[in-house]
């Protein structure tokens, strides 16, 4: 199996900064996209970010110019600034996993989420 272990969540100031980090462990060939998705209380769970393997990275709307994301081989980190109220919710790390090279799909892997709270 496959497991995502997810830290540096908590309780941040508005303006202030987090970095949040997930760490995929287990059965792994290959990894394919890795990234972080927010569900906050009462919503639908939304895309953060994400990067690919050859580096390309996706930002929500929301996060651009706040936030960057980066990989090594089975870790992905968040760097949250200029974190705003909007910011508080449960963060998921994401990873696209192949067990085997032969695989012809890859397996989607969600950690159990860390919580962000952005207040004052």
């Known amino acids: 199996q496959v497991q995502l272990v997810e830290s540096g969540g908590g309780l941040v100031q508005p303006g202030g900064s987090l970095r949040l980090s997930c760490a995929a462990s287990?059965?792994?060939?290959?990894?394919?996209?890795m990234g972080w998705y927010r569900q906050a209380p009462g919503k639908q769970r939304e895309l953060v970010a994400t990067?690919?393997?050859?580096?390309s990275r996706n930002f929500a709307d929301s996060v651009k110019g706040r936030c960057t994301i980066g990989r090594a081989k089975n870790r992905v980190d968040l760097q949250m600034n200029s974190l705003k109220a909007e910011d508080t919710a449960v963060y998921y790390c994401n990873v696209q996993v192949k067990q085997n090279w032969d695989d012809a799909l890859y397996l989607e892997v969600w950690g159990r989420g860390t919580l962000v709270t952005v207040s004052s």
């Open positions: 287990g059965k792994i060939f290959s990894i394919g996209i």
């Open positions: 990067v690919t393997g050859d580096g």
